[in-house]
């Protein structure tokens, strides 16, 4: 990329460097966030809860799952203000550390033979805290990487937010293989910690990744002229309610990571179908692989075609691949289940995984965006983040009703294609207009803002 690609004041270099610190941010903590999602399918239902009722254990387990997506909106609002009043750079800093201490405490915890109920609720603290964290990581990344990059290639740039994220589920992922291998005893007892532990290094990583990220040149612009609103989300209500409501729903399709990722793994390797817990892992670490490359390719199309498009093959493509997936599994056939889960989670499901960073941050304008996002996705977020808990529940008492588990992922699959259809198209417009309500001329040929 050439200086002349970034957008007006931004210095040499900067869109790189705002992509490559969102990336690798993402990485490291999504990479804390999502070894919670392994070990909640495979250990905690018998450290933390009563082994005597595995079912019971299971379910409770999955559920601290969800607890983190239902702490997200309350740190999103939280988070949102301030990232809309005092710079995008400062919440990337700040949830980078909250995800590092909180990930590493619970590698630090007493289990439940240690100090009965207290263990899943000092359990449940901690991930509340993941949740906060993560509630702002995303949402300060990506309107640090769409207000850097050049006005052609923001879903390029912005994708890396979400690459990154892949990243991480992808080191979360390989981190648990050896762990799992080992014997039961050790396992139950220190192996499951050490990822918990590894926290410390990536909050040190991350912090030396971001401390000299500038600020971008909308927020200070934005600052310098205007002012930064004194209450962001008076004005997000005001004037972005509908675009708000179209993130929630859009939102919803993170859903079908969530199956794909906790409940999936638990039905394979439960005793209905029996599959060897290494062999499942390696399917979502060879699907996050694949991810890797999809992503950015598909954000690249969205730059050339418009979000729309992409994004709904990603999102009605996502609610037919998931029936593919679970059938496979049912099957207990690895080849099959590699194969489908790859193409339902690497490739389909990461066009909209791709390009949501871009579509979603440009309905916003940038005295309100990260606000927006934050909000926005982490409502819609914590749907997908309980998506667990009720397939679970669907499932039945043998927890094998994957036919029921994938006509629930395909409903929840609805809503984002309805946001999608009724979304405007924005790949186009400079980013300095991103934003702004559509306007209608009169008849004495003047603009005005329709409502």
Known sequence: MSVHDAPPDAPPGQPRKAALAAWIGSALEYYDFFIYGSAAALIFPEVFFDESDPASATLLSLATFGVAYAARPVGAFFLGHFGDRLGRKKIMVFTLFLMGLSTFLIGCLPTREQVGTLAPVLLVLCRVLQGVSAAGEQASANSMTLEHAPADRRGWFTSFTLNGTQAGQLLATLVF??????????????????????????????????????????????????????????????????????????????????????????????????????????????????????IPLWARLSDRVGRRPVYLV????????????????????????????????????????????????????????LSGVAIGTQIGFAVAGFAVTFAARIAGPDGDDWFAVALFTAALCVPPVLAAVTARETHKMPTERLGERPREDTADGRERVTA
């Open 177 to 294: 293989i050896p762990v799992a291998a080992l014997p039961e005893e050790h396992l139950l007892s220190w192996g499951w910690r050490i990822p918990f532990w590894l926290s410390v290094a990536v909050a040190v990583v991350g912090w030396f990744i971001r401390r000299n990220l500038q600020e971008t040149p909308a927020f200070t612009r934005q600052a310098s002229t205007e002012g930064v609103a004194r209450l962001p989300l008076a004005v997000l209500l005001r004037e972005h309610w509908a675009d708000v409501l179209r993130v929630i729903a859009g939102a919803f399709v993170a859903s079908v990571s969530t199956i794909f990722t906790v409940w999936a793994l638990a039905y394979a390797t439960g005793d209905s179908v029996g599959m060897d817990r290494t062999s499942m892992l390696w399917v979502g670490a060879l699907a996050n692989l694949v991810a890797l490359g999809a």
């Open 314 to 369: 990603g999102a009605a493509g996502s609610a037919v691949a998931m029936f593919l997936y679970l059938w496979a599994i049912s099957t207990g056939s690895y080849p099959l289940v590699l194969l489908l889960g790859i193409v339902a989670f690497g490739v389909v499901y990461s066009a909209a995984n791709g390009v949501w960073p871009a579509f979603y941050g440009e309905m916003f304008s940038t005295r309100v965006r």
